[in-house]
């Protein structure tokens, strides 16, 4: 009985041992991942600002595209109609 109480003593020294060193390597872990999700955070913002910043100074060098859903323009010349052979004759 001695020597299993032994055995089982030794067993669990060795798995609080064991589990200490991965409470280390998780704290260890968590601390990294924390960092880097810091790290990325940042990088997000500072790439959103950048975009922003881009999307903001670009409109005035951008082309506006016509609405092709509107009206047309009224010029007062059409070009839609040809003229007829005996206007353009004249």
């Known amino acids: 009985m001695d020597r299993l109480n032994a055995k089982l003593y030794l ?8 589990n200490e060193r991965l409470r280390k390597k998780a704290l260890l872990l968590n601390q990294e991942n924390q960092a ?14 950048a975009t922003k910043a881009n999307s903001n100074g670009n409109v005035a060098g951008r082309v506006a595209l016509p609405d092709l859903n509107s009206a047309p323009p009224a010029h007062g010349h059409d070009k839609a109609a040809p003229k007829s052979k005996k206007t353009a004759a004249k």
């Open 11 to 18: 067993q669990n020294c060795y798995i609080m041992k064991e």
């Open 36 to 49: 880097l999700l810091t790290e990325l955070k940042q990088r997000l913002a500072k790439t959103a600002a």
